[in-house]
């Protein structure tokens, strides 16, 4: 049986308003996230915002991190650090790899 969009963590499925209700934030917060590139989700042909719910969790992810009192400049800053740390974890689990199979 083929696997549906709906089991596709990154499939681009749901609108501005389906995330915001679902959320419980405004629209405009989604749409600012967009233009402070915190959460950029695809564009449908017509240019409507379309978000996975990958898209969906890195959105609550802001949210907590906003209603913790962060700005969204000291989000951005703390999800690229987050990211750097995940990047740097992989390296350091390839080269235990690496020195195991030796």
Do not use: W
């Not at 499939?11 to 995330?19: F, N, P, R, S």
């Not at 906003?66 to 999800?79: D, K, P, Q, S």
């Not at 690229?80 to 990047?87: F, G, R």
């Amino acid at each position: 049986m083929p696997s549906l969009p709906i089991d596709d963590r990154c499939a681009a499925l749901y609108t501005v308003g389906q995330v915001a209700d679902m959320l419980g934030v405004q629209q405009a917060f989604l749409r600012r996230l967009d233009t402070e590139a915190l959460v950029q989700p695809a564009r449908s042909a017509s240019g409507q915002r379309r978000y996975s719910r990958d898209d969906i969790g890195q959105v609550q992810r802001v949210t907590t991190l906003t209603n913790e009192g962060l700005t969204l400049a000291g989000i951005r800053r703390v999800l690229a650090l987050e990211a750097e740390l995940s990047a740097v974890r992989a390296e350091l689990a390839a080269e235990k790899s690496k020195q195991t199979a030796r």
